[in-house]
């Protein structure tokens, strides 16, 4: 092991030790390209986006009805109607051709500007729809079913700014101002190597003593879906040379590469020796937590190896725990950031937690549910349907149901 490790007698970091020093070694990605927008969906953007116009650009009706002026309707109503000359329709995408004046309306369709002169919009229900002549049957105030210029915002507003993830909503806010184009940061790239003799490439048949290679596929999708690219998703077996080739192949071309398995004590083990012939300067092995304890952390070069527990779940727990808060520093993507609330038990959890413990929950309206969640740490499918994880401090005794309990959202 390296003289480098923070914590060489190898009592486990706490975790947000662990967190915050790997995040002061992960390089923060600076590189940034221009995308048109329609392929910038989950990059982070990368420059604030001022408004180059107002919205809308022009006053605007929200209705179907008659653009008039307001003090024409004086004393309207169902049974004194107010009776208007129609100048003219407006529908949306034309412009009028000519001012309201005192006793004129102008027919207008929603999304369409509203006539110099007109200060309102009756809805066409509140009229007989006349088209020559219109009854208007209500009383309008100024500004009555107006949309102003800039009412949606303003010229020169911040409409997004840098570090902004791009999701549906503000591709949709990138169109509505015209653009075509966009700069966003470079996605971190990633590799993903799974270890283990005994681990089966899906779509082979499973021979004896192999079981399927779960954790690339996991992982591999969480960290796409936590904006990263994944280069390669591979499986090595318990050979350190085989690995030592692949991580050696990938590092120059990845910000960090994750793997998982091997980090143990046993004789096949191999990623502490993997570290050891890379010359990788190891930042810990070990953090306080149950599961995913054994992760071990090291830099080769520029490239972060994050190397987690092998068990399906532990690997899961480290990397939310841990990869993703890596992430959300290189990123700068705050989205990231575990959010932590309070819950009551609806189920007892009937263990003793000696060491820090993350268990699977689903949380709603204030009340952690255990039920169907409670699996072994190789058992992947209990993850299935979780939104987040008790986190029981280290000491704690078994809970009876109604504790108050910490959950972090995942
Ligand atoms: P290890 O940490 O390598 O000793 O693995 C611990 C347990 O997790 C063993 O039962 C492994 O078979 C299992 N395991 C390790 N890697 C994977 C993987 N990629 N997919 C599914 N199970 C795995
Ligand atoms: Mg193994």
């Known amino acids: ?203 082979t048949p499973l021979s004896e003593g192999k079981i399927y290679d779960s954790n690339g596929m996991t992982t591999s999708v969480q960290l796409e879906e936590w904006g990263c690219e994944v280069c390669e998703m591979l499986q090595v077996p318990d050979v350190p040379e085989i690995c030592i080739e692949h991580i050696e192949r990938l590092k120059d071309r990845v910000d960090f590469i994750v793997t998982s398995g091997g980090v143990s004590v046993g004789k096949k083990d191999i990623m502490h020796d993997v570290f050891a012939a890379l010359e990788v300067r190891s930042i810990f092995w070990k953090v306080g937590i149950k599961p995913g304890a054994a992760m071990l952390a090291g830099k080769n070069d520029n490239t972060l190896i994050l190397s987690l527990s092998g068990n399906p779940y532990a690997a899961y727990i480290d990397l939310h725990m841990i990869v993703r808060q890596v992430l959300s520093a290189i990123t700068g993507n705050d989205h990231l950031e575990m959010i932590r609330q309070k819950a009551v038990l609806n189920d007892p959890y009937d263990r003793p937690s000696p060491i820090r413990r993350f268990v699977r929950c689903f949380v709603q309206d204030g009340r952690a549910f255990l039920e169907n969640h409670i699996g072994g740490n190789g058992d992947i499918a209990a993850s299935r349907h979780i939104n987040a994880v008790i986190d029981i401090p280290a000491g704690s005794d078994a809970l009876p149901a109604g504790s108050e309990v910490t959950v972090m959202l995942l």
């Open 1 to 203: 092991m390296s003289e480098n490790i923070r914590n060489t007698d190898h009592t486990p970091l706490e975790l947000e030790e662990a967190v915050r020093i790997l995040q002061s070694e992960a390089r923060r990605i600076r590189d940034t390209l221009v995308l048109p927008v329609r392929d910038a969906y989950e990059f982070i953007l990368a420059e604030d986006i001022i408004s180059g116009h107002d919205q809308p650009p022009f006053p605007r009706s929200p209705f179907d009805g008659y653009a008039i002026r307001s003090e024409d309707s004086l004393g309207a109503s169902k049974e004194k109607p107010v009776l208007l000359k129609v100048l003219e329709e407006v529908d949306a995408g034309d412009w009028p051709k000519r001012s309201v004046g005192k006793g004129e309306a102008t027919r207008i369709m929603t999304g369409a500007p509203i006539p110099e002169g007109a200060d309102a919009v009756i809805k066409q229900e509140e009229t007989d729809y006349g088209e020559e002549l219109v009854a208007i049957y209500r009383e309008m105030e100024r500004h009555q079913n107006y949309v102003f210029p800039g009412e949606d915002y303003k010229k020169g507003a911040l409409l997004l700014k840098s570090g902004d993830r791009l999701g549906a909503v503000e591709c949709g806010i990138l169109a509505s101002s015209g653009l075509t184009r966009v700069k966003v940061f470079r996605k971190p790239r990633t590799a993903v190597i799974s270890t283990g003799n005994e681990l089966a490439v899906p779509g």
